[in-house]
């Protein structure tokens, strides 16, 4: 069977004068090789015609040339057969890529089915963390609500109980305690207990906090906020925490900052 890839040779063809485009200086050098060869074959010509009756006596020449022939005819078969091999072989390559081809295409499929899904998964998760925003913020709504309630109501039962409480550390109030706000620096700060009193002759400026169950960090925070109000009214302050609950490491930490304890079930 006969069967010639024209195709590929056309390929090859292809290639070929690609490979020459980009070797036209080699061209050039052969082309002038050719044209040297060429006035060799006319001359070689000359000598063909000379030879042309010596050509008649070449017979067992030409027998072996025709069984050169013959073998080549044999290899050109043997080459066809080859080429009809890869040619069979490429035919199952390509049947192999349509049916990678194939699988890549269900697998995208697949894959782009699950992150649809996964989107849609994510919507539904965002919309339900929307919603437990929405109930958190009203219980922190609630919460600061019910806070300031508790605080406020403390705060109330501080003014009236505090002067008596401060009388047994020697500290008289002048006038009444309030909740009262101080600008400090650009900032209105809202300070608890504030009012004013003796002690041992010396007028004093109060200050107090009031929270449910103090944390080290609130106590250094109001420490700190006395400070610039001793430096604002030139004068000592005397320092009062109101709770509910002490822990005893908070109670010990308040003694040590000379800051005065007072439980809430010591308020009438």
């Known amino acids: 069977m006969n069967v ?4 590929d040779f056309e390929i090859f063809e292809e290639r070929f004068e690609a490979f020459a485009e980009r070797t036209e200086e080699n061209f050039r050098r052969v082309w002038q090789t050719i044209n040297e060869l060429a006035e060799a074959q006319k001359r070689t010509e000359e000598r063909l015609n000379e030879l042309a009756e010596a050509q008649k ?6 027998n072996r040339l025709e069984q050169t022939v013959a073998e080549l005819a044999e290899a050109q078969k043997r080459t066809e057969e080859r ?9 199952r390559t390509e049947e192999r890529l349509n049916s990678f081809e194939k699988q890549t295409e269900e697998n995208f499929n697949r ?3 699950t992150i649809n899904e996964l989107a849609e998964a994510q919507r539904e998760t965002e919309r339900i963390l929307q919603g437990a925003l929405k109930r958190l913020d009203r219980v ?7 806070s300031d309630t508790v605080g406020y ?14 009388a047994d550390y020697g500290l008289k109030v002048e006038g009444r305690l309030l909740r009262r706000y101080v600008k400090l620096g650009k900032k209105d700060c809202q300070i608890n207990i504030y009012g004013y009193g003796r002690r041992h002759g010396e007028r004093i400026l109060i200050v107090g906090e009031t929270k449910v ?3 080290k960090k609130e106590i250094s925070r109001f420490e700190r906020l006395c400070e610039l109000l001793s430096q604002r009214e030139g004068l000592p302050v005397f320092k009062i925490f109101v709770a509910h609950d002490f822990p005893p490491t908070i109670e010990e930490e308040l003694h040590r900052r000379e800051i005065l304890p007072i439980w809430s079930y010591d308020l009438e």
């Open 153 to 166: 109501t403390l705060e109330n039962r501080s003014y009236k109980s505090l002067p008596k409480i401060l």
């Open 57 to 62: 006596k070449s017979e067992e020449r030409l």
């Open 213 to 215: 169950r103090p944390s």
């Open 111 to 113: 894959v782009w089915q």
């Open 83 to 91: 080429l009809n091999e890869l040619a069979e072989a490429q035919k």
């Open 4 to 7: 010639s890839p024209k195709k």
């Open 140 to 146: 922190e709504e609630r919460l600061e609500g019910l």
